[in-house]
């Protein structure tokens, strides 16, 4: 398994580019989530999707657009990038948990993205 | 709402102290989860434990423990005779029932000296 893998890894652009990030799992989960970090904020969500086809907002989403078209794939699209969206983008992926999750299940993040946004 | 606190921005021990790192969260859910993650400085997120708010025993793992309290809602984490590969940002976090939403602590960053 490749777990959950993101591109790029860095990234330079120009205030009002456009531009995705993409991210892929292939761990079958039918969570996905992205999150931006910033310095002394830690991560927060900016959308996620429970399954294909269904997406919603997270505390910061202006901004950001995201679709599920499969349950491997779930792109973030920057329509018109602004230097406050200068981050680390993290995706993560996850079961669907309740009480069946076992002691070692968690959200699995990729290894980031980090946007400058000149 | 949910919320996760950690009041220690940067912490510095000489290796081999034992350290603490304070986690404190709020949440009206009855079931929830609450998690440690590492970032050690090549960025990467490594989960380190979960507990389920109906377990509150506590855990060891090698130097690692974790001391669980529904009381005082917290969720510590002690690193006993630290190494200086311990040095990294930890996060704590909460999720609810389904893993679909995680809420982060701002991190503690922990540097362990030589």
């Known amino acids: 398994n490749a777990g959950v893998t993101q591109t790029p890894k860095f990234q330079v652009l120009k205030t009002g580019q456009s531009m995705t990030l993409q991210c892929a799992q292939d761990m079958n989960h039918e969570y996905m989530s992205w999150y931006r970090q910033d310095p002394g904020m830690g991560l927060r969500l900016i959308h996620y999707?429970?399954?294909?086809?269904?997406?919603d907002q997270g505390e910061v989403p202006n901004g950001y657009n995201v679709s599920r078209s499969t349950t491997e794939d779930f792109p973030l699209r920057l329509l018109s990038a602004a230097p406050s969206q200068t981050s680390v983008y993290f995706c993560?992926?996850?079961?669907?948990?309740?009480?069946?999750?076992?002691?070692?299940?968690?959200?699995?993040f990729g290894p980031g993205t980090r946007l400058t946004v000149l | 709402a949910q919320k996760v606190t950690q009041a220690q921005t940067e912490i510095s021990v000489v290796e081999k102290e034992d350290v603490t790192l304070d986690c404190v969260y709020e949440?009206?859910?009855?079931?929830?989860?609450l998690f440690w993650y590492k970032q050690p400085p090549s960025g990467e997120l490594v989960f380190l434990i979960r507990?389920?708010?109906?377990?509150?025993q506590n855990e060891i793992s090698g130097r690692y423990s974790w001391n669980f309290q529904k009381s005082t809602s917290s969720f510590n984490f002690t690193i006993t005779a630290s190494q200086v590969v311990d040095s990294a940002v930890y996060f704590c976090?909460?999720?609810?029932?389904?893993?679909?939403?995680?809420?982060f602590g701002s991190g503690t960053k922990l540097n362990v000296k030589p």
């Open positions: 999707s429970v399954g294909a086809g269904i997406t």
């Open positions: 976090a909460l999720s609810g029932y389904n893993f679909n939403k995680f809420y």
């Open positions: 507990r389920n708010s109906f377990d509150e």
């Open positions: 949440t009206r859910d009855t079931t929830y989860y």
């Open positions: 993560a992926s996850s079961y669907s948990f309740g009480f069946t999750a076992t002691s070692t299940d968690t959200q699995y």
